[in-house]
Nanobody, 122 residues
Framework: QVQLVESGGGLVQAGESLRLSCASS????????MGWFRQAPGKEREFVAS????????YYADSVKGRFTCSRDNAKNTVYLQMDSLEPEDTAIYYC???????????????WGQGTQVTVPS
């Protein structure tokens, strides 16, 4: 079974930055894409960003475009989420995901990390 291990969350002030990391136990050759979801208190889980492993193409939710950058390191089987200009609205548990796809208008994934908390106080 694939394991995804996340790290890098924490509490930062508005306008500051964090970088999340997620390492996969599976070799990169078996990865279609990896990316990130988040879930804020009282809200549904939402797609944040992803990177396609083969060509490095990226996709972003409108709410984070221009502020977040998703990237990969093939040698480490690791995906990153660089979060700049953080806002209180970004406060959520961030979940790493592998092999994300869209079905019935929803983003789904085959594998999930344990989640890491990102808090940006008002």
């Amino acid at each position: 079974q694939v394991q995804l291990v996340e790290s890098g969350g924490g509490l930062v002030q508005a306008g500051e930055s964090l970088r999340l990391s997620c390492a996969s136990s599976e070799r990169a050759g078996s990865t279609w894409n990896m990316g990130w979801f988040r879930q804020a208190p009282g809200k549904e889980r939402e797609f944040v960003a992803s990177v396609t492993w083969s060509d490095g193409s990226t996709y972003y939710a409108d709410s984070v475009k221009g502020r977040f950058t998703c990237s990969r390191d093939n040698a480490k089987n690791t995906v990153y989420l660089q979060m700049d200009s953080l806002e209180p609205e970004d406060t959520a548990i961030y979940y790493c995901a592998k092999d994300i796809r869209i079905m019935g208008g929803r983003h789904l994934a085959d594998y999930w990390g344990q989640g890491t908390q990102v808090t940006v106080p008002s």
